[in-house]
């Protein structure tokens, strides 16, 4: 049988693949750049910091409740009389009023406290979604270069039965074979044609999934990085995520608010003292000035304020067993990333073995079938034999290399920082800076101006 060795299609598979992730190629997109832009591109990541800017202004509102309102009015009023049409009245008078909580037994206090935990849990809320953006960036770089290899491997496979086709098609008029061997080599070329356009296919998916991910369809990608540095056992992973994974840092913020939260619900129970200016001026000149001091205090509302305090206890309670929940999720996640990666490497391994044998296993057949001892289909199931295990071998490799970056967000260290990729970050704490004691002035509002033109906001 006439037919193309499989050194010259393993070399050809390998030279297209060569072609788009050449990591010499002058305008080849590496690993990192396609992180940075994830991260510079990501609307995700925009919403989230919209969210924590809110909740920064959380603060700023709580803070303003222990500062005096201020309120000016105007009223003018006109009384007919129909009778009297000399008694119509007209008055007019312009008011300005003063009102400050002067003692609350610390409500107002400890609402800021509250909010100031609510802005750190948020902080940690946006540093997980940093590590989702980034995993998602990088699930997309593998899925384009493996989908790419499989592509060029079923597009070279998809020529050698084609020279096979018409080898086998020259033998039949010749004599030499049936047109049962016709058959099943145009049956395997068919195969091949629906593998690779399924392969073509899912190298589409792939590429819209990596727009979506990184903002910008891949070109040409460079080799992926080494193995980034992990921790030597599992109980270090596990360690690390449960003492720095942002999920943990989040819940930890929540369980300190909800212990706050039952604070100020007993507080609100206590009087409030309140304080009131008000200057006013009515026509013809007469000016009214008055003070006032007032202390009021909830006696009796239903079993209202019992029933909060209360539900604040049973939210600490959540808040509490949350916690314990996350770190034994945390650490159930760590050790299921770490033994995936030793999945991935025995299967690589076993891949290799594989590939090696199915190669063998082709050229052995390949030989004999000159020879008479083997059928066309046997030649066939051995060269689909080699190509699933390329083709699983291929997965496997792109899946170590999501593993290895799966561990690391498992712990808690998939952010930019952690991946010194060495680029400008967001600063949470900007904006907080900026509006934490509620700026009012118009050197505190130029001062927020320039915040946000630093954090890209016009």
């Known amino acids: 049988m006439t037919r193309k060795t499989l050194k010259p299609f393993v070399f050809a598979a390998m030279a297209a693949v060569g072609l788009l992730t050449a990591p010499l190629a002058a305008n080849a997109e590496s690993l990192a750049d396609a992180l940075v832009s ?255 001091v007032e202390l009021t205090q909830t006696i009796y509302a239903g079993g209202a304020l019992s029933a909060a305090h209360r539900q604040a206890i049973a939210g600490r309670d959540k808040a509490r067993a949350t916690l314990q929940q996350t770190a034994v999720e945390l650490a159930q996640g760590a050790a299921q990333a770490w033994s995936l990666i030793d999945v991935y490497r025995a299967q690589i391994r076993a891949y290799d073995e594989q590939v090696q044998a199915a190669r063998i296993a082709y050229q052995g057949v390949k030989e004999e079938a000159t020879l008479g001892a083997r059928t066309t289909l046997d030649v066939l199931d051995a060269e689909q034999d080699l190509l699933d295990a390329q083709a699983a071998r291929i997965d496997a490799e792109a899946q170590l290399q999501v593993g290895y970056y799966q561990l690391l967000s498992a712990m808690g260290l998939l952010t930019v920082e952690d991946l010194k990729l060495g680029i400008p970050t967001y600063d949470p704490a900007a904006y907080y800076n900026a509006v934490r004691n509620a700026p009012s002035t118009s050197v505190q509002g130029q001062s927020l101006d320039r915040v946000l033109r630093t954090i890209g906001k016009p």
């Open 38 to 292: 994830a991260y510079r591109n990501s609307n995700l990541l925009e919403q989230n910091r919209a969210t924590l800017r809110a909740a920064d202004e959380d603060v700023a509102t709580a803070v303003a409740a222990l500062r005096p309102v201020l309120q000016w009015s105007a009223d003018y009023s006109y009384t007919k009389a129909d009778q009297y049409p000399t008694a119509d009245r007209r008055s007019a008078a312009l008011t300005l009023a003063a009102q400050m909580t002067l003692f609350d037994f610390g409500r107002n206090r400890l609402a800021i406290d509250m909010q100031k935990e609510a802005v750190l849990a948020t902080r940690e809320a946006l540093r997980s979604i940093e590590q989702d953006v980034l995993l998602s960036a990088i699930s997309a770089y593998t899925s384009v270069k493996s989908t790419a290899e499989q592509v060029s491997i079923n597009d070279n496979s998809v020529r050698v039965l084609s020279e096979e086709l018409k080898a086998t098609q020259d033998r039949f008029d010749v004599g030499e074979v049936t047109k049962t061997d016709v058959s099943l080599a145009e049956a395997q070329l068919a195969s091949a044609r629906a593998s690779l356009a399924a392969a073509r296919g899912n190298y589409q998916i792939a590429r819209e999934a990596y727009k979506a991910a990184v903002g910008h369809y891949p070109t040409s990608l460079a080799a992926l990085p080494k193995a980034p540095k992990l921790p030597k056992s599992l109980a270090e992973a596990q360690s690390t995520a449960q003492r720095n994974h942002p999920a943990i840092k989040q819940v930890q913020h929540n369980v300190t608010l909800a212990e706050l939260g039952i604070k100020a619900a007993a507080a609100e129970r206590l009087p409030e003292v309140t304080g009131s200016l008000a200057l006013k001026n009515a026509e013809a000149g007469v000016t009214t000035q008055s003070a006032g």
